[in-house]
Structure formats: structure tokens, C-alpha cells
T-cell receptor, first 111, second 113 residues
């Protein structure tokens, strides 16, 4: 019973372009987190946004959160080949300490 | 050195065999998790532990058991492996003091024939 759904499932863009991925979820949350996974490897935390925040930046990453629409977006600006990976959103529902994961967006950056 | 380590990294076994996957961490985190990942799917939680005396079932605990031997060690066992347990298994840790972001091990690729 996965809470998060990423959209699109796959995205292929040219190096230097911006990449936008979306995440929708079903229940109220404490926070939402984005992770990156390089092929077959462990996930790496990118950014956490709390339910009372609307936007957050970290380097080339920009995350927005719309709790009224139960959705979040991850924008990667000026993409690089090294950004090729799968990106997952994970939500922490309410007071529950577990994370609920989406199925991920596979991002391919073409040189 | 990696903060979260998993052994073995790859394992091929036969149906019915008992398998143990081990996880160790040097981050000093109190919370540890076991997940499985299947192709095209996100992570699914198998078990989690918030301290040495605390063990909780996750979404898909049937067919699995765990042991939290120490704060730094959390092992996952498959008592009698079956082919549909073929997957990539990840251990993760977190700390409420650090915002509950999770830190992952490199994964164990398990194949059950």
C-alpha cells in the first residue's frame, strides 16, 4: 500500500535542461523527503520539506509542497549526466515514524 | 568507511534454505529498518526497530524475522526462502534528532532459485 506516486515514471532530457518530477500522496503528512538511487545502489537523501513549508532549495534542487493538493515537485536545474538516477519521494504520515515510498521516477540525462 | 554496511552483498540460494542478512551501522542511530525493493517498485518496509528492545512489523513481514543484537546491529532472516523473496534488500538507519532522514546501506541482492 504505497502512499506516494511519482510522475512521470520515466523522464529523458538533454544535459543542461531542467528536470521536474512530481509526487502525489494520500494522507496528511509530517514531512516529505526526496531520495536519489543510482542503479542498484542504496538510496541517498536529498532534501526534506516539512508540512508547514512550501518551498525549499538545496544547490540545484528546488522542492515545493502543496498540502492542499497533497503533492510535491522536485526540480533539478541545469541537469548533468551525473544526475541520471531514480528519484523517490517518501512521506512521513502524521505522528507515524515510518516512511511510505513511491515507485520512483527514472531520470536519464543525455549528453 | 561506509556508515551503514550490509553483508553479504550478493547471495544465491535455493528454495527452503535459511538465510541471514546482516546490517551494521556506525552512525549511532537508534532506529533501524529493513526494506525490500522489487524492479519498478518503491521500497516496502519489512521490519523496523526503534531501539534494542523494540521490534515492529512493517508492511510485508510474513516469511521474515529480525533480531536487534545491539544498537548497531540489525539482522534479517528468511527462515525458509522462496523464489518470490528474490529482491534487493536494504538496511537503513535514522535518528529523530537528525530529522528522521534515513541513511541506507549498499543493499544485498538475493536470488532464491
Amino acid at each position: 500500500s504505497q502512499q506516494g506516486e511519482e510522475d512521470p515514471q520515466a523522464l529523458s532530457i538533454q544535459e543542461g535542461e531542467n528536470a521536474t518530477m512530481n509526487c502525489s500522496y494520500k494522507t496528511s503528512i509530517n514531512n516529505l523527503q526526496w531520495y536519489r538511487q543510482n542503479s542498484g545502489r542504496g538510496l541517498v537523501h536529498l532534501i526534506l520539506i516539512r508540512s508547514n513549508e512550501r518551498e525549499k532549495h538545496s544547490g540545484r534542487l528546488r522542492v515545493t509542497l502543496d498540502t492542499s493538493k497533497k503533492s510535491s515537485s522536485l526540480l533539478i536545474t541545469a541537469s548533468r549526466a551525473a544526475d541520471t538516477a531514480s528519484y523517490f519521494c517518501a512521506t512521513r504520515p502524521g505522528s507515524n515514524y515510518q516512511l511510505i515510498w513511491g515507485a520512483g521516477t527514472k531520470l536519464i540525462i543525455k549528453p | 568507511d561506509a556508515d551503514v554496511t550490509q553483508t553479504p552483498r550478493n547471495r544465491i540460494t535455493k528454495t527452503g534454505k535459511r538465510i541471514m542478512l546482516e546490517c551494521s551501522q556506525t552512525k549511532g542511530h537508534d532506529r533501524m529498518y529493513w526494506y525490500r525493493q522489487d524492479p519498478g517498485l518503491g521500497l516496502r518496509l519489512i521490519y523496523y526497530s526503534f531501539d534494542v528492545k523494540d521490534i515492529n512489523k512493517g508492511e510485508i513481514s510474513d516469511g521474515y524475522s529480525v533480531s536487534r543484537q545491539a544498537q548497531a546491529k540489525f539482522s534479517l532472516s528468511l527462515e525458509s526462502a522462496i523464489p518470490n523473496q528474490t529482491a534487493l534488500y536494504f538496511c537503513a538507519t535514522s535518528s529523530e534528532r537528525e530529522g528522521n532522514e534515513q541513511f541506507f546501506g549498499p543493499g544485498t541482492r538475493l536470488t532464491v532459485l
